[in-house]
């Protein structure tokens, strides 16, 4: 059931403590055809996650030999060393199931993505100031002090390509923020003619 228009490909990206997460687990509701790819990572599972749920958790030595073979779309490597990646095979997947893809990336990765496939849409997220995305990248206690540092350092270089995005949203307040970028992914759907329903 394939049609001339590609469909497109979502990226949310922006700052480590912006919420992007929280945004992207309120548009998966909101918008079931959008499917959420799962990431390829080198990090240490954290409590509660599930490999294939939350990201496709592999070794140093199988991440170098699927960058070898050219598997990954975009990848990666942060200052405290993990590397995150897309599979290629992770959006034929999607596509091939009928749903559109949505990728959470790093900035970094999103460009990539957007110079890469034509058909792409790039949505970068803020917090509303810089001292809001401390306050929640601290809140969430999911890094050790070191790490949020290094992250926060991270966030300041990422804010200064927010204009190289096709969109930004400030996460101020959520429902107003997932309307924001529901209007943007209707209005791509729409145009490219692969919106569903009435």
């Known amino acids: 059931m394939g049609s001339s228009t590609a469909s497109p490909v979502f990226v949310i990206t922006g700052t480590s403590g912006a919420g992007k997460g929280t945004l992207e687990r309120a548009l998966l509701t909101r918008l079931p055809e959008l499917e959420l790819a799962v990431s390829a990572t080198t990090r240490e599972r954290r409590p509660g996650e599930v490999d294939g749920r939350e990201y496709h958790f592999i070794t140093d030595e199988e991440f170098d030999a699927r960058l070898e073979s050219e598997e990954f779309l975009e990848w990666v ?3 405290w060393g993990q590397r995150s990646g897309t599979l290629r095979s992770e959006i034929e997947r999607i596509a091939k199931s009928g749903q559109v893809p949505m990728l959470d990336l790093e900035p970094d990765g999103a460009i990539r993505v957007k110079r890469r496939v034509p058909n792409s849409v790039t949505i970068f997220v803020s917090a509303p100031t810089f001292a809001e995305n401390e306050r929640r990248l601290r809140a969430r206690a999911t890094e050790s002090e070191g790490e949020i540092d290094e992250r926060l350092d991270l966030a300041r270089k990422q ?3 927010a204009d190289d995005f ?3 949203v400030v996460n101020d307040d959520l429902d107003r923020a997932v309307e924001e970028i529901s209007a943007i992914v209707h209005g791509r759907l729409a145009d490219a ?6």
């Open 77 to 79: 490597e942060f200052p």
């Open 193 to 198: 003619g692969t919106m569903s329903g009435p």
């Open 166 to 168: 096709d969109y930004e």
């Open 159 to 161: 804010l200064e390509q």
